[in-house]
């Protein structure tokens, strides 16, 4: 059996991630790629979504910690 990994965002969602991150990383120079890894845990998908496309676009240079993306925002 393969081994099965718990993640904090719907599933649909952290394959967009997933594949918003190798798409980007095709994009990039080998010594500014993305790391998947350090974010595939992240709960706020919303918020890592929108900063890949901004990096895409040019306007952002790189990606928050990690921990930026497990903030919940108070209501």
């Given at each position: 059996?393969?081994?099965?990994?718990?993640?904090?965002?719907?599933?649909?969602k952290w394959c967009r991630i997933q594949k918003?991150?190798?798409?980007l990383n095709s994009k990039l120079p080998e010594?500014?790629?993305?790391?998947?890894?350090?974010?595939?845990?992240?709960?706020?998908?919303?918020?890592?979504?929108?900063?890949?496309?901004?990096?895409?676009?040019?306007?952002?240079?790189?990606?928050?910690?990690?921990?930026f993306y497990n903030k919940k925002e108070i209501?």
């Open positions: 059996m393969s081994e099965s990994i718990k993640i904090n965002m719907p599933f649909d918003d991150f190798e798409e010594d500014k790629k993305l790391d998947f890894e350090k974010y595939k845990y992240c709960y706020n998908w919303g918020r890592l979504s929108f900063d890949l496309y901004c990096i895409g676009a040019g306007i952002k240079e790189a990606l928050r910690e990690p921990e209501k």
